[in-house]
């Protein structure tokens, strides 16, 4: 409790997680991730285990994603998509703009770089 109160009294709170900067990256945002079952989102300012939590419920939360991992190393996260979804890219940008983050990317898994 003592370290939530310093946090907040210095004005540094749950948003100091949070360093978004730069420029989307990545193909077409609309573009349907239909026949794919496993991208990997890149956010910039993904450092902590409260904010890897956040921006993990944020992505649960898109119909057809089953399941998200973090990794707060690479500050990626693996996205497990449905057999039959409608997720888009922009979709998952979304998300991870209202989490607080810089989407840098969406790579599709397997496929080549």
Not at 22 to 42: C, D, I, K, R
Not at 49 to 59: E, F, I, M, S
């Amino acid at each position: 409790m003592k370290i939530l109160v310093f946090l907040l009294a210095a004005g540094i709170g749950l948003a100091g997680c949070v360093t978004p900067t730069g420029t989307e990256t990545g193909a077409t945002p609309e573009a349907s991730l239909a026949g794919h079952q496993t991208v990997v989102v890149t956010a910039h300012g993904l450092s902590c285990p409260l904010c890897a939590h956040n921006l993990d419920g944020r992505l649960k939360k898109i119909d057809g994603v089953e399941e998200a991992s973090v990794d707060l190393k690479t500050g990626s996260v693996t996205v497990q998509l449905a057999e039959n979804h409608s997720v888009t890219r922009d979709d998952l940008n979304r998300a991870v703009k209202d989490a607080g983050f810089t989407p840098k990317g969406i790579r599709i898994e397997g496929a080549a770089q």
